[in-house]
């Protein structure tokens, strides 16, 4: 998978945890691509330890599915350690 790959991953994923923690939200869509491209990435190294096969090919639903997981802790972490949450407007 290339950069552009990469790149539409993090981003859909790094929605799709931050509707799942709205709580721990924060930023807009480029904080969504970064989170999604950590958290792919992060997906990935999980996913080659756990299952000695990290990311695949872009429609390969194990790559979504690890990239999604690895945003929600990156997510997860980044509020976590920076103390940054949504307020509610």
Do not use: E, H, N, P
Not at 9 to 34: E, H, N, Q, Y
Not at 44 to 69: E, K, N, P
């Amino acid at each position: 998978m290339g950069i552009i790959g990469y790149i539409i991953v993090g981003l859909i994923c790094g929605t799709i945890a931050k509707a799942i923690l709205k709580d721990r939200a924060v930023g807009g869509w480029v904080a969504s691509l970064v989170i999604g491209i950590v958290g792919a990435i992060l997906g990935g190294w999980i996913g080659s330890l756990i299952f000695g096969g990290g990311l695949g090919d872009f429609f390969d639903i194990r790559t979504w599915l690890l990239a999604l997981l690895g945003s929600v802790i990156v997510l997860f972490l980044y509020t976590g350690l920076t103390g940054k949450r949504r307020t509610a407007t």
